[in-house]
């Protein structure tokens, strides 16, 4: 509806003014008690109608405007937000969502509207957790956690998740209004980091600083389980020859391939590192017997017998390996990586292509 001009106004007042005085007019030239009534009210709105209207109703017309205007300003800037916004009933429902949320998870935001947001688990996340939210939340408390969810093309992204409770004027939660911002760029930016911290650059195989925490693991679990665990140390026999005759680029390529055939030889439990060089470890936890070991020592000297074709070449390697077992030799991971490597390079001196068990002796003892 168009606006109607200010003059307009101004001339529609001014004749109800001039109709009142005419008619107030024509009641005092007709005297009676019921006109001279209605003249005095007419009197008092005229006098006091204006004051009542300036100090009473033209201050709260001003705040509830203010109101609506707070409000559409709330409304406008979580419609508008990059962030997905949406806003449940106490059961969890939604009510209100912006395109963002829509947007996130893949749904058309109409047909979200009335929705539980249960429809974005991934089954990803401990039973536990939405137990938890739960509590938090409907104790008038916020909760805020990293959260995978699931799109509707069926992948799964993770969002940084705020869920604040909405309470009435008797501290009772009616609504709760969600935030999730989009993490997931973020978190595959931090595997990948944490991938090249402590995955070998060639082999993708454990390096040596996961190998160490890795066996501080086995070894804690180890011990309260009261298992035997094993560590293998393991040299590539003739390698410094295949670099120094067919060049570095064969020799990387060797180490991928043996790696490879280093993971065919254990379980998935166990695991397989490289120290740097032609130096490997493996981690056999949870073995039964010291035969457990040398069984799988014989299965990869096997392997690493078998010849390799790298680019064209023919390459015959072999391997050494040492072994050492909790808690028959020692409790200690530092001294465990000394012993099985004092009896790889037994293992070395008696002829190659075989396996040794660290021994207590002066030639074995660690430093």
């Known amino acids: 509806m168009p606006k109607r001009p200010l003059y307009l106004t101004a001339l529609a007042v001014l004749l109800t003014l001039l109709s009142l005085e005419v008619y107030l007019g024509w009641l005092w030239a007709n005297d009676s008690i019921g006109q001279r009534i209605l003249l005095n009210l007419a009197l008092f709105g005229l006098i006091y109608g204006p004051v009542v209207w300036l100090i009473i109703f033209r201050p709260m017309q001003a705040c509830w405007s203010k109101q609506q205007n707070e409000l559409n300003l709330l409304s406008r800037a979580l419609t508008a937000t990059s962030n997905a916004v949406f806003i449940t009933d106490r059961a969890g429902d939604i009510v209100w969502a912006n395109e963002a949320f829509a947007k996130l998870c893949g749904h058309d935001l109409a047909e979200i509207l009335g929705w539980n947001p249960r ?51 008797q501290q009772q939660v009616t609504h709760f209004i969600a935030m999730h911002e989009d993490i997931t760029a973020m978190k595959e930016a931090e595997a990948r980091m944490h991938r090249i911290a402590h995955h070998d650059a060639l082999t993708g195989l454990s390096n040596r600083i996961l190998f160490k925490d890795r066996l501080k693991q086995a070894l804690r679990l180890a011990k309260r389980n009261k298992e035997a665990l094993a560590l293998l140390y393991i040299d590539l026999d003739r390698f410094k020859a295949v670099n120094d005759t067919l060049g570095h680029a064969v020799g990387d390529l060797l180490l991928k391939s043996v790696a490879k055939r280093l993971r065919r030889c254990v379980r998935d439990s166990d695991t397989v590192s490289r120290l740097g060089g032609d130096e490997f470890t493996v981690i056999l936890p949870t ?38 077992i909790y808690m028959r030799d020692s409790d200690n991971a530092g001294d465990l990586m000394q012993m099985a490597d004092a009896a790889m390079y037994v293992a070395k001196t008696e002829g190659r292509n075989t396996f040794r068990f660290y021994t207590a002796n002066p030639e074995n003892e660690p430093a």
Do not use: C
Not at 132 to 159: C, F, N, P
Not at 288 to 307: F, N, S, T
């Open 119 to 169: 429809f974005l688990q991934s089954g990803l996340q401990d039973p536990t957790y939405y137990r938890d939210m739960w509590a938090t939340i409907l104790s008038g408390q916020s909760w805020s956690s990293d959260t995978i969810e699931r799109h509707k093309a069926g992948h799964t992204y993770t969002v940084r998740q705020t869920i604040t409770p909405i309470v009435d004027s």
């Open 287 to 324: 073995i039964q017997e010291a035969e457990d070991a040398a069984k799988v020592a014989e299965k990869i000297i096997e392997a690493l017998d078998k010849p390799f074709s790298v680019q064209g070449n023919d390459i015959q390697i072999g391997s050494s390996i040492g072994i050492a």
